[in-house]
């Protein structure tokens, strides 16, 4: 999965789809599905996804595409533990930031001392 967030306020139901290599289709579904995604809309009713929208998608994901929980393990799983799936959500987020970044870091100090 890519990145997830970029420090915008809102992204839309393309950007969030492209988030998780899905389907808007299946994002709207999932709205339909699970009561705590609720974007907003705007006057063309187009859906408007702040960051904890995104964060909510992301446990449905891994709890449907990851894990195989079905809909309404997922849907228990949300009420009684989003809090836990939340945060390693965060952490594995952060992890993989540290992780590109030091990536990159790596690279950049190579071709540094290539150059000397």
């Known amino acids: 999965m890519e990145e997830k967030t970029t420090g915008k306020y809102y992204y839309s139901i393309g950007e969030v789809a ?5 389907n808007t289709s299946m994002i709207r579904y999932w709205e339909s599905e699970f009561d ?6 705007n006057k063309k009713g187009n859906r408007l996804f702040t960051e904890r929208d995104v964060r909510y998608v ?3 994901y891994h709890l449907t595409k990851v894990k195989g929980y079905t809909l309404a ?11 836990e799936y939340e945060e390693r959500i ?4 952060t992890l993989d930031k540290t992780r ?9 100090l190579e071709e540094r001392a290539k150059l000397q």
């Open 18 to 22: 492209a988030m998780f290599r899905v």
């Open 36 to 41: 705590v995604l609720r974007p907003r809309k």
């Open 73 to 83: 393990g997922a849907k228990m799983a949300l009420k009684e533990k989003f809090s």
């Open 58 to 60: 992301h446990v449905i």
């Open 90 to 93: 965060i952490m594995l987020d």
């Open 100 to 108: 590109r970044f030091l990536v990159d870091l790596d690279k950049s």
